[in-house]
């Protein structure tokens, strides 16, 4: 089964930047789907973006114009560039799997906080 191992959160001022990767253990295009989710605490897991095999994305509302889904294919990781960063985006951020027939995957998540 793949693996999806996080890796860029940390604390960061409002407005500022963060770059999130998602390394998979075995080929993402692969997948049919793969994405971030976000959970903020006391709240309900949400959808980030998503991209497609087909490479078309997919994105929320509130981060749309802001934050970018990206992947390289060769190395199997997935990218969630944040930008303009403001409080209410501060969550456990997950990268996720989805292949029709398969259990999707999640990852263990890496927190991102903006604060001043």
């Known amino acids: 089964q793949v693996q999806l191992v996080e890796s860029g959160g940390g604390l960061v001022q409002p407005g500022g930047s963060l770059r999130l990767a998602c390394a998979a253990s075995g080929s993402i295009f692969s997948a049919d789907v793969m994405g971030w989710y976000r959970q903020a605490p006391g709240k309900e897991r949400d959808m980030v973006a998503t991209?497609?095999?087909?490479?078309?994305?997919n994105y929320a509302d509130s981060v749309r114009g802001r934050f970018t889904i990206s992947r390289d294919i060769l190395k199997n990781t997935m990218f969630l560039e944040m930008n303009r960063l403001n409080v209410e985006d501060t969550a456990v951020y997950y990268c996720?799997?989805?292949?029709?027939?398969?259990?999707?995957?999640w990852g263990q998540g890496t927190q991102v906080t903006v604060s001043s």
């Open positions: 996720m799997r989805l292949r029709v027939g398969e259990k999707t995957v």
């Open positions: 991209i497609n095999k087909r490479g078309t994305t």
